[in-house]
């Protein structure tokens, strides 16, 4: 699987469709997208980890609050994760372990994602066997 997302035109907002092999690799292209949408360019700070769970009552469900947990935590945290190890326990529940950089508070951040919308929503098993997702961000 050569293309790991790309973006989609969508008024007003930014559109994103994104590819996995399996769930779990769909959920990490996924953040990548989103991530290198966000941070444009490398940011000063120190390495860090974290580990995080998320919940979905669909794989829709568990797509969207795993984009919309790891934008809380850059948010809340200052924490931009760079390398994504995750595993989906069923269809609806992920855990894993981000590795990246904790930014101090002097930096500012780049914000060009206020949120991640359930508008156009989808995530389903494409022809081939993986998984395809479509998400919309705010911005």
Not at 60 to 75: A, C, Q, S
Request: with cysteine; net charge negative.
């Amino acid at each position: 699987m050569a293309e790991k997302f790309r973006f989609l035109e969508h008024t007003g907002d930014l559109g994103m469709e994104c590819y996995g092999r399996d769930l779990a690799e769909l959920l990490v292209n996924g953040a990548k997208g989103m991530f290198e949408v966000i941070v444009e360019e490398p940011l000063p700070g120190s390495p860090r980890e974290r580990r995080i769970e998320v919940e979905g009552e669909s794989p829709d469900g568990l797509f969207l609050g795993w984009l919309r947990e790891l934008l809380f935590i850059y948010d809340v945290e200052r924490f931009i994760p760079e390398d994504f190890q995750v595993e989906v326990t069923d269809e609806y529940e992920a855990s894993g372990l981000l590795k990246g950089w904790g930014v101090s508070e002097e930096v500012m951040l780049p914000g060009p994602i206020k949120a991640v919308t359930y508008h156009t929503l989808k995530v389903e098993k494409d022809d081939s066997g993986g998984w395809r997702g479509r998400v919309v961000f705010d911005i």
